[in-house]
């Protein structure tokens, strides 16, 4: 046992005398910051651009998609007809910088209409006005309410 003490005592010695030499890096500040430098024909990295309102989701929901963030408002009809509110609510018109029911024929083709009868424009919004409006929607077919009244479809 004494000689493998001896021995790892040896190997453990051998070496000894050397000093480590130091990485170039680190010789000096001076190399290190010019080691992270950027070269002087590198283009800048263009900062990142704020989104407009056409990528928010104001103008995806909601058709106001000209204008600041923060005040995004729907400027273009076109903008109202692809939004949300369009397809389920019939405000497909760009009036005051926002959507709405601008005929018979949007609020005709939205989900409203189609489940509850708000198949008619009226100022601006789709509403219940007509027994016709009621005619061929869910609530018609599934909950026998098929007549116009004070707004709503309702049951004869």
Excluded: F, N
């Amino acid at each position: 046992m004494s000689i493998v003490l001896l021995g790892a005592l040896l190997l453990g010695a051998v070496g000894c005398d050397r000093e480590e030499e130091a990485p170039e890096a680190e010789a000096s500040p001076e190399a290190s910051a010019a080691a992270t430098a950027e070269p002087e024909d590198a283009e800048p990295v263009p900062e990142e651009e704020a989104p407009s309102c056409a990528d928010l989701e104001d103008c995806a929901e909601e058709g106001r998609c000209a204008g600041e963030p923060g005040a995004c408002r729907a400027s273009e009809d076109a903008d109202c007809k692809k939004s949300a509110v369009c397809k389920d609510w019939g405000l497909c018109k760009a009036v005051d910088g926002k959507c709405e029911a601008g005929s018979h024929e949007d609020c005709e083709a939205s989900y409203a209409c189609k489940m509850r009868g708000r198949c008619s424009a009226d100022q601006g919004r789709c509403v219940v006005k007509r027994d016709k409006d009621c005619r061929g929607t869910y609530v018609c077919k599934y909950e026998k309410k098929c007549t116009a009244k004070r707004g709503w479809c309702r049951r004869d």
